[in-house]
């Protein structure tokens, strides 16, 4: 970068550098820990999407259950995965060609995060963060639904 162009970026020589992994670390007191996100009861024909689980089995899934007789399917994702779950619904109404419909719902969850003592004489404590969330359902109309 030239001396010219670096002259209009702001200085950040008053912030401290923090790698990855210590970058959510509150205080040096305490250690930033996430708890798993809250779900509904799981029924069979709910899925719950994430950016590592794989797409083509997951699309599959959703196929199998409508073989097996399911009427309806029920994507959720949190956060990241909202792309990924709208795609994925996206495929399933696409492939169908007319004989399913979708209703989205979109929501805020509120996940809870723990902040643990380094030590012994500090207090453990919780940090409440909202995050968005999606919830998609997928459903047979009178005509039937053929896998890919």
């Known amino acids: 970068m030239d001396e ?3 002259k209009s970026l702001p ?18 007191n305490h250690v930033f820990r996430k708890r798993v996100p809250p779900r509904d009861t799981r029924r069979p024909n709910d899925i719950y999407v994430t950016n590592k689980s794989d797409f083509k089995g ?30 994925l619904a996206l495929q399933i109404e696409e492939k169908c060609s007319g004989t399913c419909e979708v ?9 809870v995060d723990d902040l643990e003592p380094t030590s012994d004489n500090q207090e453990a404590r919780n940090q409440t963060r909202s995050n968005s969330s999606v919830k998609i359902r ?7 639904c053929s896998s890919p």
Do not use: M, W
């Open 4 to 6: 010219e162009s670096s």
């Open 11 to 28: 200085k950040t020589s008053h912030l401290k550098e923090y790698s990855k992994r210590q970058r959510y670390k509150s205080e040096s």
């Open 58 to 87: 997951q699309l599959a899934q959703c196929f199998q259950l409508f073989d097996k007789g399911e009427n309806e399917i029920v994507l959720h994702g949190l956060g990241a995965a909202i792309p990924r779950t709208v795609n």
């Open 103 to 111: 209703d989205v719902q979109t929501q805020t969850t509120h996940l």
């Open 138 to 144: 997928i459903f047979k109309t009178n005509k039937p």
